[in-house]
């Protein structure tokens, strides 16, 4: 190769590595901070029924084994329209209970009341015809019903005027006793919720409540497994198994 060509190779060469640096030069590299800002959503939920879970346990062989399984109860929210239930007026029979030992305490459930009589123990074994209505100003008495438990209707609920059977009228669920009435939430007037015995010659004797209707009263679902109940002032029946 001739000397002026090894002497430009040599500029080149030189040349190349001056510009690419030597194996000592230190590279710097700049990151650009980058800031992400999160959105937050807050839902709020229409305050009607949740769940909750409570153990119930089952002792078996002579208490040697035990089996605990879990409860689904639906919470029932409290309600402002309740009534004491107070004998029918002065001069009536013996107390079927304690006169305001039983509040009548309503609710609603596709388009209808419902009632639940808190402080009347179910379980007790005392038969009653439960009943209810609306009394409408300028109209009267309207949407009235009764419901026999733990007899026949026409042995306890002689004279009423319309008798229900479940699904509608009377259900339990362990010690509570509630009913699916014929009043839609619609009407206004003021709710009677009785529990009585009818005799026959309409002669009824028992406690009966008023309060006035409130289409905004929670929602009461028949037919669950179990219920919360909310506090009350007659009883603390709290978590409740139907059918236990």
Same mark, same amino acid.
Request: glycine share 12%.
């Given at each position: 190769?001739p000397?002026?060509?090894?002497?430009?190779l040599?500029? +080149? $060469?030189a040349? =190349?590595?001056?510009a690419?640096?030597?194996?000592?030069?230190?590279? !710097?590299?700049?990151? @650009?901070?980058?800031?992400?800002?999160?959105?937050v959503?807050?839902?709020? @939920?229409?305050?009607?029924?949740?769940?909750?879970?409570?153990?119930a346990?089952?002792?078996?062989?002579?208490?040697?084994?035990t089996?605990?399984?879990e409860? !689904?109860a639906t919470?029932?929210?409290?309600? /402002?329209a309740?009534?004491? $239930?107070?004998p029918?007026?002065?001069?009536?029979?013996?107390?079927?209970?304690?006169?305001?030992?039983?509040?009548?305490h309503?609710?609603?459930w596709?388009?209808?009341?419902v =009632?639940?009589?808190?402080?009347?123990?179910?379980n007790?074994?005392?038969? /009653? %015809?439960?009943?209810?209505?609306?009394?409408?100003?300028?109209t009267g008495?309207?949407?009235? !019903?009764?419901?026999?438990?733990?007899?026949?209707?026409? =042995? /306890? %609920? /002689?004279? @009423?005027?319309?008798?229900?059977?479940?699904?509608?009228?009377?259900?339990?669920?362990?010690? $509570?006793?509630?009913?699916?009435? +014929?009043?839609p939430? @619609?009407?206004?007037?003021?709710?009677?919720?009785?529990?009585?015995i009818?005799?026959?010659?309409?002669?009824?004797?028992?406690? !009966?409540?008023?309060?006035?209707?409130d289409?905004?009263?929670?929602?009461?679902?028949p037919g669950?497994?179990?219920?919360? $109940?909310?506090?009350?002032?007659?009883?603390?029946?709290?978590?409740?198994?139907?059918?236990?």
């Amino acid at each position: 190769m001739p000397t002026a060509r090894i002497l430009m190779l040599t500029v +080149a $060469l030189a040349m =190349v590595a001056a510009a690419c640096g030597s194996s000592d030069a230190t590279t !710097t590299t700049t990151t @650009a901070a980058t800031t992400t800002t999160a959105s937050v959503t807050t839902t709020t @939920a229409a305050a009607q029924t949740t769940t909750s879970a409570a153990a119930a346990t089952t002792t078996t062989g002579g208490g040697e084994e035990t089996t605990t399984t879990e409860l !689904t109860a639906t919470v029932v929210a409290a309600t /402002i329209a309740i009534g004491s $239930l107070e004998p029918h007026g002065p001069g009536d029979g013996p107390h079927m209970f304690p006169p305001g030992s039983v509040e009548a305490h309503w609710y609603q459930w596709d388009g209808s009341y419902v =009632v639940l009589y808190r402080g009347f123990d179910a379980n007790a074994g005392q038969e /009653i %015809c439960a009943g209810n209505s609306i009394l409408i100003e300028g109209t009267g008495f309207s949407n009235g !019903t009764n419901s026999p438990y733990l007899n026949d209707a026409d =042995v /306890i %609920c /002689i004279d @009423a005027a319309a008798i229900f059977e479940p699904p509608d009228g009377v259900q339990v669920c362990g010690p $509570l006793l509630y009913y699916m009435t +014929a009043i839609p939430v @619609a009407a206004s007037g003021t709710l009677y919720g009785t529990l009585e015995i009818g005799f026959g010659n309409d002669r009824w004797e028992g406690q !009966t409540s008023t309060t006035p209707s409130d289409a905004a009263v929670p929602q009461f679902e028949p037919g669950l497994a179990a219920y919360e $109940l909310p506090p009350s002032g007659v009883d603390a029946l709290g978590v409740i198994a139907c059918g236990a």
